[in-house]
């Protein structure tokens, strides 16, 4: 049986990858999609959504959620993602419209209409997830789990301490590891293992259609940015392994520990502080990837992209 899933994404290069995934993988059944302000403003993000499923042909409900954080200030990752949130890629005039629904409220119908639980997987800021929550706590009985991109146990990638998606919305992060649903967090200590080296773009771009053609326009930006900030060889592709995860779950080493969230405003604002050795003795209320098997991540990939939809 396909697994249902919700994703909530603020694309973002490696958002659309995520999409692209769980839009086109037959195990899972894509049910709707909700934006969030983060990688760019909500306009931005929102757009390359639509843009996304018109180009890959995914016909699933979008909507618009939160325009900013909880409590913060709005921040955007443009540094990486560029101005429009989605640079190397030129799409055909949109024709594809949002759904009429706010981001909360499409995901409060989707999961309340589900006869199955349903996983919801966030691959930006938590805030839409948070706000839903709050909203309508009756949503929890139909979540099967919680699957996130964030979070990190050893350094961050916006502040020593603190990684992005955490980082832009902590409360509402903080608000959704506390909520008693299984949450499984999947941060840059396994993320930054998957990184789009050169020969990783080569073989994509083998395959030779219209999603690999995608995936090369939008990582040779990617990689571009990531080696200027980071230095890195290759772009950390941090979002799909959300839905390669839920593809295999074997791809993922998982322990179990307490996590909380800082949000005391210090200077560790925003880290995911996961008690691995356990010396708090406090409820383990978080499944945190501890390693990815690489090679397996990249062959589901590509499996993903030859076949197609
Ligand atoms: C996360 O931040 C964003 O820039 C990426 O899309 C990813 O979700 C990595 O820290
Ligand atoms: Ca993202």
Redesign the pocket.
Known sequence: MKRKVLLD??P?H??AIALLLAAYHKDIELLGVSVVS??QTLEKTGLNTLNLCQYLNIDVPVSLGSSRPIIKEEEVCEVIHGESGLDGVDFPELNMQYDSRKAVDLIIDILMESKEKVSVVT??PMTNLALAIRLEPKIMNHIEEVVL?GGSYTNGNVSPAAEF?IFTDPEAAHIVFNSSLKVTMIGLDVTRKVLVLPEIVDRMEKINNHASKLFVDLMKVFNENQRKVFGFPGGPLH?PVTIAYLINPDILTIEHMHCSIDISHGPSYGRTNCDVFDYNHLEKNTYVATDIKVDMFWDLIEKTMKEGQ
Request: with cysteine; proline share 0%; net charge negative.
């Open positions: 994404c603020d973002g490696d958002d983060g990688n691959t930006g991109m998606n979002d």
